[in-house]
């Protein structure tokens, strides 16, 4: 039922050019003393990145500790490491600084710092969650996983292979800072593939069995925004670029503001699947898979799927049947992927010997699966796969 919800939103969100600038004033007014742990990959520590949020950090006479060894998809590896580091410096924050993994590395750590236990016991749920002992900020330098606004995280287990997904009202960050200086140097490629994960986050919350009325605009606006300047933001220069970029970062907020409230579905199981087997950067595996899980549920609800489709500018024929809405918007999701450069599963190194248990991973990720209005099938997928192999 559309009217029938719970909302909250987990994070205070601070929009403004240069907003890292002020983290440390942040951390000192909701109550950080000692030491703050940044959490980010090398290579955002060796772009100089961390600079004005050291300083902030400095400025309000707190200690700000480096761990710069986040990896794609957060393994856990490195957020046992992390977790080590901030008991052993007993910090009093934890600030996530990168895109999606760091955040989630980060949002682990936090979670942890104050638990006995292995983290993936908590990601399993034998561990139980329970309110955070330390504060947790959350600055993003992509446009796309809105991780900063949700309470959600994702840890990798490689001997799985799997993605374990926590939730949980503890794992949201107190403080969002959106700042689109961050992402100046954010390459066209993960621009696009950043910002279709977030169009893919709001196309999914929509579509999904949960749902409702509060997190609608916020759904429709991002995948407005997101159409409207991810072009832009791919063929513009200098200030132009930078507004362009900025509303991406806004759009991709928003996009986690709408479905930490409902979850995720398709789209969402099989880019897992297609992250694990294939290595494949989880914007745009998530871009490829979209199509499938907005066409797979036209039948059951064809005027959602319709009204993603009038967002893409698809024109529909009067008396359209559910099945054409969703041939129709899948072909449309499929050229807007190609004119950002997201093309096919081989363009990222997929092969057709990984179609199957790319497909046996997403009809068995019980969370995602579960939400969608139809689940998948194995060899529908597959199908599906190899036509945009
Ligand atoms: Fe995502």
Excluded at 21 to 48: D, P
Excluded at 309 to 336: D, H, K, N, Q, W
Aim: net charge negative.
């Amino acid at each position: 039922m559309l009217t029938q919800f719970s909302f909250h939103a987990p994070s205070f969100v601070l929009a403004e050019r240069n907003g890292c600038a002020k983290t440390g004033g942040l951390l000192k007014s909701y109550g950080a003393a000692g030491n703050v742990l940044l959490v980010c990959g090398s290579k955002t520590s060796e772009l100089g990145l961390l600079v004005p949020v050291i300083d902030s950090i400095r400025a309000e006479g707190l200690k700000p500790v480096v761990f710069d060894k986040s990896q794609p998809d957060a393994p856990v590896e490195v957020v046992r490491e992390g977790i080590r580091i901030a008991q052993k410096e007993g910090v009093s924050a934890v600030v996530a600084f990168g895109g999606g993994s760091a955040m989630d590395t980060a949002k682990a750590i936090a979670c942890m710092v104050h638990l006995e236990g292995d983290v993936l016991e908590y990601c399993r749920g034998s561990l139980a969650p329970s309110p955070r002992k330390c504060l947790l900020f959350a600055i993003p330098t992509t446009c796309g996983t809105g991780s900063e606004a949700t309470d959600i995280g994702v840890v990798l287990d490689r001997h799985g292979p799997y993605k374990y997904i926590f939730a949980n009202p503890f794992a949201g960050p107190d403080v969002a800072i959106l700042d689109p200086l961050l992402l100046r140097s954010l390459s066209p490629q993960m621009i696009a593939a950043t910002a279709m994960d977030a169009f893919s986050h709001s196309a999914e919350a929509y579509t999904c069995r949960g749902a409702n009325v509060m997190m609608e605009p916020l759904a429709l606006c991002s995948m407005r925004d997101i159409l409207t300047f991810l072009p832009k933001a791919l063929a513009a220069a200098d200030e132009e670029r930078l507004d362009a970029v900025e509303r991406l970062l806004i759009a991709s907020c928003m996009a986690g503001q709408a479905f930490t409230q409902v979850g995720l579905h398709l789209g969402h199981a099989i880019a897992h699947g297609i992250g694990v087997h294939g290595h494949v950067h989880h914007g745009a595996a998530c871009a490829l898979a979209l199509p499938y899980a907005l066409a797979s549920v036209s039948g059951e609800i064809p005027n959602r799927i319709r009204t993603v489709g009038e967002l893409l500018g698809v024109t529909f024929p009067s008396g359209c049947a559910a099945s054409e809405i969703g041939r129709l918007v899948g072909e449309e999701l499929l050229r807007f992927n190609r004119s950002v450069g997201i093309n096919s599963l081989s363009q990222y190194g997929v092969t057709e010997d990984m179609l199957d248990a790319i497909a046996e991973y997403a009809v068995h990720e019980e969370g995602t699966q579960g939400n969608a209005y139809r689940p998948s099938h194995k060899e529908e997928l597959v199908a599906y796969l190899r036509g945009i192999m």
